[in-house]
């Protein structure tokens, strides 16, 4: 069984700005020859007005609020209630509800959802160990071929002569990777 959820996001053109103590909702651009005037809302009402520069549903400004103020659902769900009343009447707001699956239904899916994105960067950050080992072994192929020493020797060499660089690094000069020496030459063949 589904149930509705209301989602919200505030009209184009207008703003939140603070004028001393007082959080004004000020129309902009073109909403300034249609609206005139301003609406006064509380620091709540501007937290969730900021909230819903883009499209949220009722549970997730809940679940903001309580992470921003501390409060139980119940509080959260009518600070949100008293919100959209208030900007409903100045007609602020874009709202639409939509039929969802049961939060235990949804719950599944988050962890689901949670689980493959996890997964994702585990596999994104074993892709990029594995890329910069990639490049570490052949900068030391490099160094081992154009100088007779691993890299790990040459750092040790240049540290020990003092050859580092303010920001703590070692500048390592090497002649150029045959491959892209290769490549170039293939090129000005081609272009000649």
């Known amino acids: 069984m589904a149930y509705k959820l209301t989602y919200l996001e505030r009209r184009s053109g207008f703003v939140v700005r603070k004028v001393g103590e007082a959080h004004m909702v000020v129309p902009t ?3 300034m020859k249609e609206y005139r005037g301003m609406i006064t809302i509380n ?4 937290f969730l007005f900021e909230q819903i520069k883009t499209r949220r549903s009722t549970q997730e400004l809940v679940d903001a609020l309580i992470a921003e103020y ?3 659902d119940k509080t959260a769900l009518e600070a949100i209630e008293s919100f959209v009343d208030q900007c409903s009447f100045a007609n602020l707001l874009v709202s639409e509800e939509v039929e969802e699956l049961p939060i235990d239904k949804q719950m599944y ?3 689901d959802i949670r689980e493959q994105v996890e997964k994702e960067r ?3 950050l074993e892709q990029k160990k594995r ?3 990639e490049k570490l072994k052949e900068l030391n ?4 071929l154009a100088y007779g020493k691993t890299l790990q020797e040459y750092v040790e060499e240049k540290k020990a002569a003092g050859e580092v660089e303010p920001d703590g690094s ?3 000069e090497l002649p150029p990777d045959p491959k892209e020496v290769s490549e170039a030459e293939a090129s000005e063949k081609t272009d000649g």
Do not use: F, P, S, Y
């Open 131 to 133: 890329e910069d080992q």
């Open 70 to 72: 501390g409060i139980d």
């Open 141 to 144: 192929d490099r160094v081992l």
């Open 29 to 31: 651009g073109a909403r």
């Open 170 to 172: 070692i500048r390592i």
């Open 122 to 124: 585990a596999e994104k």
């Open 43 to 46: 620091e709540t009402g501007a």
């Open 109 to 111: 899916i988050r962890d």
